[in-house]
T-cell receptor, first 112, second 115 residues
Framework: KQEVTQIPAALSVPEGENLVLNCSFT??????LQWFRQDPGKGLTSLLL?????REQTSGRLNASLDKSSGRSTLYIAASQPGDSATYLC???????????FGEGTQLTVNP | GAGVSQSPSNKVTEKGKDVELRCDPI?????LYWYRQSLGQGLEFLIY????????KSGLPSDRFSAERTGGSVSTLTIQRTQQEDSAVYLC?????????????FGPGTRLTVT
């Protein structure tokens, strides 16, 4: 059974800092890994999807990497802004089924 | 275009009552998923539908939970004889096709409170 772990559980940084969120997973038989953002009381917004054959994806100030063999992914956020404050979730889609398995999330606070 | 919509946004019910939660997927998406997000359990898979194939019900926590998808579009998640531990946010997602590594798009969720 896939297990997804995110570290740290919470992170507070001053505005302008570059930061890294970590995600690890136990089963490398995945189709892809997705990073989501969740604002309080809201649904999930997809940020980046990395296919299993890819090493990284970039969107604006966000860069996600995937090392499938070691079961790790990182989300890099450059020049953080207060509007980046949210909970960030990573999830894997396994080849054995189409469900997503989520980590517990990292709660990010960017202070002005 | 319109995203995934869910109704109601909030539902308060008494223990023992049945509830129905509705999901309207993105038009043209053949795959539809239900997830549950509760304190202490994180976000967990419940069930998914792909076209006319039999649904994958392996995540449903008990036989009090069921779901159907009519006409390959709208889906209803039904919880019978609700218990307090059913209190959670129920999220619906859709994707173009299941199992082909397409992105899943999530709705805003239904917050269920069982008193």
């Amino acid at each position: 059974k896939q297990e997804v772990t995110q570290i740290p559980a919470a992170l507070s940084v001053p505005e302008g800092e570059n930061l890294v969120l970590n995600c690890s997973f136990t089963d490398s038989a995945i189709y892809n890994l997705q990073w989501f953002r969740q604002d309080p009381g809201k649904g999930l917004t997809s940020l980046l999807l990395i296919q299993s054959s890819q090493r990284e994806q970039t969107s604006g100030r966000l860069n996600a990497s995937l090392d499938k063999s070691s079961g790790r992914s990182t989300l890099y956020i450059a020049a953080s802004q207060p509007g980046d404050s949210a909970t960030y979730l990573c999830a894997t889609e396994e080849t054995s089924g189409s469900r997503l398995t989520f980590g517990e999330g990292t709660q990010l606070t960017v202070n002005p | 275009g319109a995203g995934v919509s869910q109704s109601p946004s909030n539902k308060v019910t008494e223990k023992g009552k049945d509830v129905e939660l509705r999901c309207d997927p993105i038009s043209g998406h053949t795959a539809l998923y239900w997830y549950r997000q509760s304190l202490g359990q994180g976000l967990e898979f419940l069930i998914y539908f792909q076209g006319n194939s039999a649904p994958d019900k392996s995540g449903l926590p008990s036989d009090r939970f069921s779901a159907e998808r009519t006409g390959g579009s709208v889906s209803t998640l039904t919880i019978q004889r609700t218990q307090q531990e059913d209190s959670a946010v129920y999220l619906c997602a859709s994707s173009l096709v299941a199992g082909k590594s397409y992105e899943q798009y999530f709705g805003p969720g239904t917050r269920l409170t069982v008193t």
